[in-house]
T-cell receptor, first 116, second 116 residues
Framework: AQSVAQPEDQVNVAEGNPLTVKCTYS??????LFWYVQYPNRGLQFLLK??????LVKGSYGFEAEFNKSQTSFHLKKPSALVSDSALYFC??????????????FGTGTLLAVQP | KAGVTQTPRYLIKTRGQQVTLSCSPI?????VSWYQQTPGQGLQFLFE???????NKGNFPGRFSGRQFSNSRSEMNVSTLELGDSALYLC???????????????FGPGTRLLVL
């Protein structure tokens, strides 16, 4: 079965420090991977995606993610954290079973807390 | 372009009632997906529609149903509500041009349903 794992429920980082939110995946075939962010009482905002090509993907708000096929990981990174980055982050993989579909399989989410 | 809109934003119902939630996708998007978000189960896929046809369905009981109209707007219905149906229901739209490749799903703000 296809799945995504976010091993950390919460990540704490000081403002100005680099941040990493971890994600590993298990899929058959080439993965289509996504990161979304959710602020309180809001929907999900798209940050970035990996489909093919360069392993380092740049996205919105200064975030980037590194696709590592050998480690089946897609970690989200940012060089310098802001307090406003505090939110819930979800990693997701496109379901490749069953033909054409937009179905996303989500991880459990990681709460990022940036301390001033 | 305007984003995905969902109505109503908040809803309170009692057990046994039914509810209908509405989603208007981004203009030009023909694929609409629905997800349920709860603290215990996280984000779970409900169903996906494309050109008025259900393309995919998640593992939910038959009380959950949906449809898509010719203008791509979508509704989901939950009949005989149970306490466990309390959740944030998220709608997402995408273009789905090439049949399930790397299209990004854009999410609405969600409808928060509380079942008493």
């Amino acid at each position: 079965a296809q799945s995504v794992a976010q091993p950390e429920d919460q990540v704490n980082v000081a403002e100005g420090n680099p941040l990493t939110v971890k994600c590993t995946y298990s899929v058959s075939g080439n993965p289509y991977l996504f990161w979304y962010v959710q602020y309180p009482n809001r929907g999900l905002q798209f940050l970035l995606k990996y489909i093919t090509g360069d392993n380092l993907v740049k996205g919105s708000y200064g975030f980037e993610a590194e696709f590592n096929k050998s480690q089946t990981s897609f970690h989200l990174k940012k060089p310098s954290a802001l307090v406003s980055d505090s939110a819930l982050y979800f990693c997701a993989v496109r379901d490749r079973v069953g033909g054409a579909t937009n179905k996303l399989i989500f991880g459990t989410g990681t709460l990022l807390a940036v301390q001033p | 372009k305007a984003g995905v809109t969902q109505t109503p934003r908040y809803l309170i119902k009692t057990r046994g009632q039914q509810v209908t939630l509405s989603c208007s996708p981004i203009s030009g998007h023909r694929s609409v997906s629905w997800y349920q978000q709860t603290p215990g189960q996280g984000l779970q896929f409900l169903f996906e529609y494309f050109s008025e046809t259900q393309r995919n369905k998640g593992n939910f009981p038959g009380r959950f149903s949906g449809r898509q109209f010719s203008n791509s707007r979508s509704e989901m219905n939950v009949s005989t509500l149970e306490l466990g149906d309390s959740a944030l229901y998220l709608c997402a739209s995408s273009e789905l041009v090439s049949g399930g490749a790397g299209e990004t799903q854009y999410f609405g703000p969600g409808t928060r349903l509380l079942v008493l």
